[in-house]
């Protein structure tokens, strides 16, 4: 080996030494900060401002300790519960470095007969039973001094709200006491005496409904009376149910509870099967008294007809008729994930909700106020007349006639409110001060229905050797206490973004969906009007017939029924082509779409390589 050739390789080897010791160095020093980059469109992975917000007021150190199990074993679950637990941890650190030396985490690992597994006993910890037969830990509890909340088991289907609940627990170990909760209503909602069900269900259950029952479990629930003229300043969210008959001093009262910064809760209806009441000699009972809240909601900007309820295709129940046979009653509202926000924690992982009856709101929110939509009604909906929704639903379905849009069923508002009584108490002569607007940001919820909450829709009754067990039949108890827990804990909780999965939907496939269902909508009413004018035609050519004749078909009545099954027939045959072709055009455009997903990338490398190779290839000749 000449000279030349020794001094190249030592140097190669020099320089190879010395830029591993560089990286080695720089991995070691970076490795002390931990930063994440969030490249999602929705900042799904970044800490909001709420929940920097309430870790930045914490003045009393809170500890979460943080239980994992560390199987040896490697199947491709707990693989990836180990993974999902690594995003926990990921997660723990940005609280910890937001609540700036406030928050501790310890990691245990619950391995059998440990010190450890005795803690996650003690802290109320579950593990999950794998198919393997081992006990998965995964789960947190968080303390402050005595307070003490558990989250048994972080499911990784809730991670998109990973971050909501962890500072949910952060914020109740904070105030340890429960909230107060008024509950405003004519119903006895706490129990007590009242009517006969509809329908001869017997008599009304004389102990409080399970709604009341379930908020008490986790607030200190406080019954407020209809004709209160002021709501008490300890109560932080005021639950309103069926205000029917509700005088104007006691919406000033609730007025003025707003703008002294508390929340509400109103459950309105246009037909209260709750209120049912037996009338006469009827077979039935006949429903109560709308409710409305219609001086503070025009002073919001919003309307609410309880003239009107929502009937659904996509949302339409089965209810037993008369003879107990199944009827379709599309006024009778069984919202799935269709008609749900799914970014919002409250609506982002409940099941189905039966909404009976539920009328709709409409309006824009009064400057200041911002809304968010939480339940809502498909496009193939229509707004129908509350007592004929009430009667039949037959009726209802025979003449739907879509509205094409979509009905909000349930919103939030939110911001600083102004007074709907500018002038002061109703009635007043006093000149009593009024406050004119909310103090702080504020939330009110509105929701068209108050029957959800009635037992007869709410929970199921189950005989059993132990009594009557009582079971939920729906999400719509889950519903009001995610309401109401939203609104009694920190404001900062609110604007916490859901971890919910993001919608992206092809908008353009959207809008040919809607432009297909117009023209699909369009051809059924040209067929029903045909049929409509035929059957028209048809009575004038029985009218003119002799009395003994009425039930034999004239020519002229076989011609025009001949004429109709034509035109009935060209209609099927255009309705079948538009479905083709606008199934054909969305194919296309889709499989599009998934070949530029598939290709775009490593054609963008395949051309890059190609480029780089051409310009060294030219350099290289150049020399």
Same mark, same amino acid.
């Given at each position: 080996m000449n000279k030349r050739s020794w001094e190249t390789w030592v140097f190669s080897t020099a320089g190879v030494v010395a830029m591993f010791g560089v990286l080695l160095g720089v991995n070691v020093v970076t490795a002390r900060f931990k930063q994440r980059i969030d490249l999602t469109a929705e900042k799904a992975y970044t800490l909001s401002p709420g929940t920097r917000a309430v870790l930045s007021r914490l003045d009393t150190p809170v500890t979460v300790r943080f239980y994992c199990s560390h199987l040896e074993t490697a199947t491709p679950e707990t693989v990836f519960l180990r993974n999902y637990a690594r995003r926990v941890e990921d997660l723990l650190e940005e609280f910890r470095e937001a609540a700036r030396g406030k928050l501790r985490i310890e990691k245990l690992d619950p391995q059998p007969d440990s010190d450890a597994e005795d803690s996650a006993r003690l802290d109320n910890i579950e593990p999950q039973m794998l198919a393997t037969g081992d006990r998965f830990y995964l789960g947190l509890a968080v303390s402050q001094l005595d307070a003490r909340v558990a989250i048994p088991f972080l499911a990784p289907t809730r991670e998109r709200l990973l971050e909501y609940d962890i500072l949910r627990a952060i914020s109740r170990v904070i105030k340890p006491e429960k909230p107060v909760v008024g509950i405003m209503s004519p119903l006895p909602v706490f129990g007590g005496p009242g009517a006969t069900l509809p329908m001869q269900m017997g008599p009304r259950n004389q102990e409080p409904w399970a709604a009341v029952s379930e908020l008490q479990a986790d607030f200190n629930v406080r019954r407020v009376e209809m004709t209160a003229e002021k709501i008490d300043d300890d109560i932080q969210v005021l639950v309103v149910i069926h205000p029917r008959d509700i005088t104007e001093k006691t919406q000033f009262a609730i007025d003025q509870f707003l703008m002294r910064g508390g929340k509400l809760v109103a459950f309105l209806d246009p037909v209260s099967?709750?209120?049912?009441?037996?009338?006469?000699?009827?077979?039935?009972?006949?429903?109560?008294?709308?409710?409305?809240?219609?001086?503070?909601?025009?002073?919001?900007?919003?309307?609410?007809?309880?003239?009107?309820?929502?009937?659904?295709?996509?949302?339409?129940?089965?209810?037993?008729?008369?003879?107990?046979?199944?009827?379709?009653?599309?006024?009778?509202?069984?919202?799935?994930?269709?008609?749900?926000?799914?970014?919002?924690?409250?609506?982002?992982?409940?099941?189905?909700?039966?909404?009976?009856?539920?009328?709709?709101?409409?309006?824009?929110?009064?400057?200041?106020?911002?809304?968010?939509?939480?339940?809502?009604?498909?496009?193939?909906?229509?707004?129908?007349?509350?007592?004929?929704?009430?009667?039949?639903?037959?009726?209802?379905?025979?003449?739907? *006639?879509?509205?094409?849009?979509?009905?909000?069923?349930?919103?939030?508002?939110?911001?600083?409110?102004?007074?709907?009584?500018?002038?002061?108490?109703?009635?007043?002569?006093?000149?009593?001060?009024?406050?004119?607007?909310?103090?702080?940001?504020?939330?009110?919820?509105?929701?068209?229905?108050?029957?959800?909450?009635?037992?007869?829709?709410?929970?199921?009754?189950?005989?059993?050797?132990?009594?009557?067990?009582?079971?939920?039949?729906?999400?719509?108890?889950?519903?009001?206490?995610?309401?109401?827990?939203?609104?009694?804990?920190?404001?900062?909780?609110?604007?916490?973004?859901? *971890?919910?999965?993001?919608?992206?939907?092809?908008?353009?496939?959207?809008?040919?969906? &809607?432009?297909?269902?117009?023209?699909?909508?369009?051809?059924?009413?040209?067929?029903?009007?045909?049929?409509?004018?035929?059957?028209?035609?048809?009575?004038?050519?029985?009218?003119?017939?002799?009395?003994?004749?009425?039930?034999?078909?004239?020519?002229?009545?076989?011609?025009?029924? &001949?004429?109709?099954?034509?035109?009935? &027939?060209?209609?099927?045959?255009?309705?079948?082509?538009?479905?083709?072709?606008?199934?054909?055009?969305?194919?296309?455009?889709?499989?599009?779409?998934?070949w530029m997903n598939i290709l775009a990338m490593p054609l963008f490398v395949s051309l890059s390589g190609v480029a780089i190779a051409l310009y060294r290839r030219k350099r290289t000749s150049a020399k």
């Open positions: 099967l709750a209120d049912s009441r037996q009338q006469g000699n009827l077979p039935f009972a006949m429903p109560g008294a709308p409710s409305n809240l219609e001086k503070l909601l025009n002073a919001w900007g919003l309307r609410f007809d309880t003239t009107k309820v929502v009937a659904d295709l996509n949302f339409k129940m089965q209810l037993l008729g008369s003879r107990n046979q199944p009827v379709e009653a599309p006024a009778f509202l069984a919202v799935s994930r269709l008609g749900m926000d799914p970014e919002d924690p409250v609506t982002s992982e409940l099941g189905t909700l039966w909404l009976p009856l539920c009328g709709a709101f409409a309006g824009t929110p009064a400057e200041g106020l911002k809304q968010t939509v939480l339940l809502k009604s498909t496009p193939e909906s229509q707004l129908v007349e509350a007592f004929t929704a009430h009667m039949s639903g037959e009726n209802i379905l025979r003449e739907f *006639r879509s509205s094409g849009k979509e009905h909000p069923l349930a919103i939030r508002l939110s911001g600083r409110f102004k007074t709907a009584f500018p002038e002061g108490l109703p009635g007043s002569t006093n000149g009593a001060p009024a406050l004119k607007e909310s103090q702080t940001d504020t939330v009110v919820v509105l929701i068209g229905d108050s029957d959800l909450l009635f037992d007869r829709f709410a929970i199921r009754e189950l005989n059993s050797p132990f009594g009557i067990l009582r079971m939920p039949a729906n999400a719509n108890l889950t519903f009001l206490q995610n309401v109401v827990e939203q609104l009694a804990g920190d404001v900062n909780l609110i604007a916490v973004r859901s *971890r919910a999965l993001p919608s992206r939907p092809f908008t353009r496939i959207q809008k040919m969906q &809607a432009a297909a269902q117009e023209r699909y909508q369009a051809e059924i009413k040209k067929l029903e009007d045909s049929l409509a004018e035929t059957q028209r035609r048809l009575n004038e050519l029985q009218q003119q017939k002799e009395p003994g004749q009425r039930f034999i078909l004239s020519p002229e009545q076989q011609a025009e029924i &001949a004429r109709f099954r034509e035109r009935e &027939a060209r209609t099927r045959e255009e309705l079948k082509r538009v479905r083709k072709e606008f199934r054909r055009e969305i194919d296309a455009l889709q499989t599009r779409v998934q």
